[in-house]
């Protein structure tokens, strides 16, 4: 078979079968001015690649992680284009400072708000090495159960494997007048984020993300019904921004096979 | 009660890690497009953007790399108008210098090889469809049907850009005055 020019390209791209490849060799073998032509493709490419190969070693900007993650889509949510613009503002935290448990349990009854809670709740646990949780994520059916009779409503674990965010385990947390859940994740750096979950009487129309610094902890938080999550980490905003959006598909997802399935 | 459409049901169908892994050689194909590391950083943003828009027609299991090419590649030729590109035309016609809006930085020291910064200005000197066949072939090694779905067209052109570019290469590497071989 004749040696077309689609074929020397092909063959200078190791993109022939085995078969053809090798009566391509056999051809070059007595046709040296093909056999130039392809050595001089093949150090074309081996340039180009040398040229543009080190673009791959650079740092990625922020910006982009966070649409990779999804931070600037599903604009088709009916509500998310009021979640971006009110994420947009961020809402800066007074900084009254970290009082420490002791203080923030002598202020019961003195208001507190809902990131603000979930910001300390974080901080507390977060930085403990040894006992952040009560149940373990190895026992994380039993968690879920337990947590959600004693908040009274069915509760779900968000999967966070996929964003690098395993499951640590979670606990019960102090609420307003009932109390609060904690899921806390941690990924390879051992950064951790926690999701608080609370229940209050006040049902809200609002679903907004919001977003909330608190001595340096980042909250994006949202009310759902009557229920307020937070989700609240040491990361940038973006990152957090990503991963709240991953937790309330999740959730509303849960929600809607709750609301499926028939009550017992 | 929060009314949430099928898109919050099916909340994630794009595997993260997976996008995340193909964003370095993303902003690399934006770059040899645009020609330029600002708007470059800018189309991988609206790609990925449109890719998340998208995510139902992405086949789970097929290559998410080719498949991010596709859209990278109709997001740009969208935000370029048809005057631009032929104005990028005109001026390799003028066979001097580099092709309009080519301004990839040629990082002299981080390379002492002049062939490699001159590779890199020639690419930049390439009509830019043949430029990005070139590429897709080269350094991304992608197939040729795989480059003909990317562009959208048919494998015949994909052929005969490629062995344009690679003539355009060929010549402008022999006549490439510091690449010149001095007897």
């Known amino acids: 078979m004749p040696l077309s020019d689609d074929e020397l390209h092909a063959y200078a791209d190791n993109q022939l079968s085995r078969e053809r490849a090798s009566e391509v060799a056999q051809t070059l073998a007595h046709e040296s001015a093909l056999a130039t032509r392809v050595d001089e493709i093949r150090r074309h490419n081996a340039l180009l690649r040398e040229a543009l190969d080190p673009w791959l070693d650079e740092p990625l900007p922020r910006e982009l992680l966070a649409a990779a993650a999804g931070s600037a889509a599903r604009p088709r949510l009916r509500w998310l284009p009021t979640a971006l613009a009110v994420a947009a503002s961020v809402v800066l935290g007074i900084g009254i400072g970290w009082f420490g448990r002791s203080e923030m349990l002598e202020l019961a009854g003195t208001p507190v708000t809902f990131q603000r809670q979930a910001a300390l709740t974080h901080a507390l646990y977060a930085a403990d090495a040894n006992r952040p949780v009560e149940i373990w994520a190895n026992e994380e059916e039993r968690l879920v159960r337990w947590l959600s009779k004693r908040l009274n409503f069915p509760l779900h674990a968000p999967n966070l494997n996929g964003l690098g965010f395993a499951l640590v385990g979670g606990r019960l947390v102090a609420g307003n007048e009932k109390p609060g859940a904690l899921f806390m994740y941690e990924n390879a750096d051992r950064q951790r984020i926690s999701l608080f979950v609370r229940k209050d009487g006040e049902p809200s129309r609002e679903t907004a993300f919001r977003y909330a610094t608190e001595d340096g902890v980042g909250v994006f938080y949202w009310i759902d019904e009557d229920c307020g999550y937070a989700l609240s980490g040491h990361l940038d905003r973006g990152q957090l921004l990503g991963i709240a959006r991953v937790v309330y598909g999740q959730l509303a997802a849960a929600e809607a096979a709750d609301a499926a399935t028939p009550k017992r | ?183």
């Open chain 2, 1 to 183: 009660m929060i009314r949430f459409t099928e898109d919050a049901v099916l909340p994630e169908t794009l595997p993260h890690p997976d996008l995340v892994a193909a964003l370095p050689r993303l902003r690399r194909y934006a770059r040899v497009l645009t020609g330029d590391m600002h708007r470059a950083d800018d189309l991988v943003q609206d790609t990925l953007a449109r890719a998340w828009e998208k995510r139902r027609l992405w086949q789970a299991g097929s290559d998410l790399r080719a498949w991010l090419f596709t859209i990278m590649h109709n997001v740009h030729v969208n935000q370029f108008s048809m005057r631009q590109r032929e104005y990028a035309h005109a001026s390799l016609d003028a066979e001097d210098g580099a092709a309009a809006g080519w301004e990839i930085a040629v990082r002299a020291t981080q390379s002492d090889r002049v062939e490699l910064s001159e590779v890199l200005a020639q690419i930049g000197r390439l009509p830019p469809e043949q430029r990005e066949v070139l590429i897709l072939a080269a350094v991304e090694e992608l197939r040729y049907e795989e480059i003909s779905a990317v562009l959208g067209v048919p494998i015949g052109t994909v052929m005969s850009r490629l062995s344009r570019a690679r003539e355009k290469l060929r010549r402008m590497t022999t006549e490439a005055p510091t690449l010149k071989v001095v007897r």
